[in-house]
């Protein structure tokens, strides 16, 4: 139930939200609305999920046997808007959840 793959499902799908709020609505907020409460509330989090997506993906790259082409895309996934969203389609959807 709490293998590191769902771990991983759960951080990539947080992590992409959180990007899109950052981006799409705190990044806004703070420029057009000269109010950065928002990218300081969400900035933080945000750090945080996106590590942990990085680090469990170095993790897990071994045990889903991703070449070095898949790895890439995964970890570039992270800076993309959206791109956690394919990566659980194209990559994990597929996976036995152990």
């Known amino acids: ?3 590191l793959l769902n771990i991983f499902r759960v951080v990539a ?10 981006l799409f ?6 420029y057009f609305g000269n109010d950065p409460q928002y990218v300081k509330l969400l900035g933080m989090p945000h750090g945080l999920l996106f590590i942990s997506y990085v680090v ?3 993790i897990l790259k071994s045990e889903l046997k991703w070449t070095s082409k898949q790895f890439a895309i995964v970890l570039l996934a992270s800076i993309i808007p959206f ?8 990559y994990l959807k597929s996976q036995n959840d152990g």
């Open 1 to 3: 139930m709490f293998s």
């Open 56 to 58: 469990l993906a170095i």
């Open 83 to 90: 791109g956690t969203f394919y990566v659980e389609k194209a």
């Open 13 to 22: 799908f947080l992590e992409g939200v959180s990007y899109i709020l950052l």
């Open 25 to 30: 609505i705190a990044t806004p907020i703070k």
